[in-house]
């Protein structure tokens, strides 16, 4: 996945995006 949209997701809800916040 896209390591620069990872960051935003830490900001907004993981459940948005349907991706765990392990994702980091």
């Known amino acids: 996945m ?3 949209t990872d960051s935003r ?3 907004v809800p993981p459940k948005r ?3 765990p916040k392990s994702v980091d």
Do not use: A, L
């Open 2 to 4: 896209k390591r620069g």
């Open 17 to 19: 995006f349907g991706i």
């Open 9 to 11: 997701i830490n900001m």
